[in-house]
């Protein structure tokens, strides 16, 4: 999937981003819970993606207007779950954020 998925190196960069700042910010453990979770979510989401668009391009090599529609689908579904990652982030990464500012 990272070899051959350019949105796989973005779901990537940010679990290395957001990992690295749970360790720094020494975020407790049921916080370390909702982030794995969160990044779980993403990279499952993205793998079925992947495996579905695999499926769908053997399945119909030809353009077809539903496929199409179909791997729309499925790509939003990514972007669903990635959103709804972010919100966890904010929500969890917001009280630690704060602070170190005051």
């Given at each position: 999937?990272?070899?051959?998925?350019?949105?796989?190196?973005?779901?990537?960069?940010?679990?290395?981003?957001?990992?690295?700042?749970?360790?720094?910010?020494?975020?407790?453990?049921?916080?370390?819970?909702?982030?794995?979770?969160?990044?779980?979510?993403?990279?499952?989401?993205?793998?079925?993606?992947?495996a579905?668009?695999?499926?769908?391009?053997?399945?119909?090599?030809?353009?077809?207007?539903?496929?199409?529609?179909?791997?729309?689908?499925?790509?939003?579904?990514?972007?669903?779950?990635?959103?709804?990652?972010?919100?966890i982030g904010?929500?969890?990464?917001?009280?630690?954020?704060?602070?170190?500012?005051?």
């Amino acid at each position: 999937m990272i070899r051959c998925q350019h949105n796989a190196w973005i779901h990537a960069a940010a679990t290395f981003l957001v990992l690295g700042a749970a360790l720094l910010l020494r975020v407790s453990a049921g916080d370390w819970c909702w982030i794995i979770l969160a990044i779980s979510i993403v990279w499952t989401a993205e793998a079925l993606n992947t495996a579905f668009e695999f499926l769908a391009d053997a399945a119909s090599p030809e353009f077809h207007p539903l496929v199409q529609v179909a791997k729309d689908v499925a790509a939003g579904a990514v972007l669903i779950t990635a959103i709804a990652a972010a919100t966890i982030g904010l929500i969890i990464f917001w009280p630690y954020l704060m602070s170190l500012i005051t």
